[in-house]
């Protein structure tokens, strides 16, 4: 398969969609990412790297954290799935409160916010120093020492995070938050506002798609809890709007309102686009169409 061409192909052809999304400007300092960005890295689990466009260019990664606190939480706690967060799609938006009230302060899953604020709270129960260590991880799968939080996203998304504030206390009246609320929102907009470029991506999720081996050589996951992570991204990974991007890309794969989408094809490649404006659901419009044309082009996705 020749991976240049295909990728040029599709950088091509993803022009027209580029421009056509929006910035998350409910987070302001988003909305100063200009529109007109778009990068791709494709990661053999050989090592192989193929790209395209800014794929150096770092961004914010958002809800793709939630991939690794899922990860760092289910590696040492697995009964927390099942008891304090579920895995089934919400069909509802990201930022949702509505089935919280009736389903007691459980989110449907890790992925939307409900389920990665339980997330970040799980994190600070279980590691002395949940920031460092969240960072510390991101930095060897990556082989980035350099990824760091960007305290002006942080902060942005700590003045204006009404709803992730509501979201924490109402859980709290449940019983479903342990430690302290001003903690747990700390370490959510923390990890969110992580800055990370295409090819920092594809390399540090590419364990996923490795079996859990990452890059250099050790073991993240067992085979099982691989498995059950790539189950959580394929059902919840891009919200409500999972149903379609399985049935146009037909990969496991979560996103972010920054713009990231990271996909896994298990046993070959993990994927990394980004395009800054996103589609209704907070999805990137263009890296949706990127992902599309790519399983397209190449005949393979898992089904
Ligand atoms: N930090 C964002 C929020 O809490 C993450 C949402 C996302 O990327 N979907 O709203």
């Avoid at 295409?198 to 996951?221: H, K, P, V, Y």
């Amino acid at each position: 398969m020749d991976y240049n061409t295909i990728l040029n192909q599709i950088y091509r052809e993803v022009q027209p969609w580029i421009e056509q999304g929006k910035v998350a400007d409910y987070i302001p300092a988003l909305a100063d990412v200009p529109l007109n960005k778009f990068g791709m890295v494709v990661r053999m689990n050989s090592g192989m790297e193929y790209s395209v466009g800014d794929s150096d260019e770092s961004f914010s990664i958002q809800s793709i954290s939630k991939l690794l606190s899922l990860t760092m939480v289910h590696t040492k706690d697995q009964s927390v799935i099942n008891q304090r967060v579920g895995v089934e799609p919400s069909g509802n938006p990201f930022n949702s409160l509505v089935q919280l009230e009736y389903e007691n302060g459980i989110p449907r899953n890790p992925f939307i916010n409900a389920g990665a604020l339980v997330m970040a709270d799980c994190m600070l129960s279980l590691y002395d120093n949940a920031q460092q260590e969240l960072l510390n991880m991101f930095r060897k799968l990556s082989g980035n020492n350099l990824i760091s939080f960007d305290p002006v996203v942080a902060n942005s998304e700590r003045e204006h995070g009404y709803r992730n504030y509501a979201l924490v206390n109402f859980m709290k009246s449940f019983g479903n938050i342990h430690n302290n609320i001003d903690d747990v929102v700390d370490l959510y907009f923390n990890q969110c506002s992580v800055k990370m470029s295409c090819t920092d991506l594809a390399r540090t999720f590419s364990f996923l798609a490795n079996r859990g081996m990452c890059i250099d050589g050790d073991i993240i996951t067992d085979v099982s809890q691989t498995k059950r992570i790539n189950a959580i991204m394929l059902t919840c990974g891009t919200y409500d709007a999972v149903g379609n991007f399985a049935f146009e890309v037909g990969l496991p794969a979560k996103s972010g309102v920054g713009g990231g989408i990271v996909a896994v094809i298990p046993n070959h490649m993990t994927i990394a686009v980004w395009s800054p404006g996103l589609d209704r659901n907070g999805n990137s419009l263009a890296a949706i169409k990127a992902l599309e044309l790519f399983t397209t082009y190449c005949g393979n996705s898992i089904f």
